[in-house]
């Protein structure tokens, strides 16, 4: 399954983006958004399921809120109050990706969000 990321910027802290994450085929998993920053390791940011069920990562919630159109076989990442601790390139994927990498798919260039203070 291919799946674009796009969406990223640059923004001062306080700003908002959305992210949006397309994929070309009905997706039957439940889906996450993950960042990798400079030198550290890939993270969770936030999941939904095909429900509608979300979580969070501690550092995003209240901030994030993470939605899915499944009829356009799209989700969205909607990113407020952001803070320069937030600047990292964006990626989707399933929701067990980091987890088990056998139920992962490809996790393409991601997108690139900036965020000056």
């Known amino acids: 399954v291919q799946l674009q990321a796009s969406g990223g910027g640059s923004v001062q802290s306080g700003k908002s983006l959305r992210l949006d994450c397309t994929a070309f085929?009905?997706?039957?998993?439940?889906m996450a958004w993950y960042r990798q920053a400079l030198g550290k390791e890939r993270e969770f940011v936030a999941s939904?399921?095909?429900?509608?069920?979300?979580h969070y990562a501690d550092s995003v919630q209240g901030r994030f809120t993470v939605s899915m159109d499944n009829n356009k076989n799209t989700m969205y990442l909607r990113m407020s109050n952001l803070k320069p601790e937030d600047s990292a390139a964006y990626y989707c994927?399933?929701?067990?990706?980091?987890?088990?990498?056998?139920?992962?798919?490809?996790w393409g260039p991601g997108t690139l969000v900036t965020v000056s203070s």
């Open positions: 085929i009905p997706i039957g998993d439940n």
């Open positions: 939904i399921s095909r429900g509608g069920q979300s």
């Open positions: 994927n399933t929701e067990e990706a980091l987890r088990d990498p056998r139920r992962a798919f490809n």
